[in-house]
C-alpha cells in the first residue's frame, strides 16, 4: 500500500499511529514520462478515521496504522499537468527601492488525484524497485532503432558542422580586421 501522512498520534500509553491517505498504484506507466503512477484509492478505510480529525469539510480516503507498519518513505510529485495547475507570481521585493528582478513561482495544485512516483529521486531508490512490479521500474531504452538513429544524427552533423565552421572562420577574420584597426588607431595617436 501507497500513501501520504496526514496525521501522526500518539496515546496516553504512548503507542504510535499514523493515519495516512491510501493510493493505489496503477498497472502501467504513464505514457508522457514512463513513470509508475498512483491515485487516491475510494473506498479505503473511512472507518478508520475517528470524526474529529476530518479534514475540513473533506474526508480523507485514509487508513490508521501504527507507526512501525511504516516500511519507507519515497517521492511522489502531482501530475501538474493533468490537474492544469495554476501559479502565482512572486517579487522577491525589493533592493535599494528598487525592485528585483528576481521572482518567483509558487504553484496552487488541483485537486486532481494523480501523481508520479518518482523513479530519478536517489533516496530508497532500490527499495521502491523492490516492491513495484518489474514491468513498471525496468529501463525502457531511449531509441529501440540505434543504428538508424546514428546515421541520422551523422547527416545533420555533415550538414551544420561546414556551416559553424564557415561562421568562426568569418567571425576571426573579423576579429583580426577589428584589432589591427585598433592598433592602427594608436600608433596614429602617439604621432600625434
Ligand atoms: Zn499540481
Redesign the pocket.
Known sequence: MAGRIFKMIVTKSHREYVIMETFNVSESRDSRYGMPTMHASPGHGYHAIPPSVSYGSTWLHSTLITLQNISFIFNA?????G?E?SYTVNSTGTHDGQATAKVGKT????T?NKYFINLHALHNAWRIREVLPRNLTEPVPYITNREEFHHEMARKLQKTNPEKRAKAKEKAKDTRERKKRAIEFVEGAEGE
Do not use: F, K, L, Y
Open positions: 510529485q502531482h501530475d501538474c499537468e490537474g495547475c504553484v496552487i495544485h488541483s486532481h
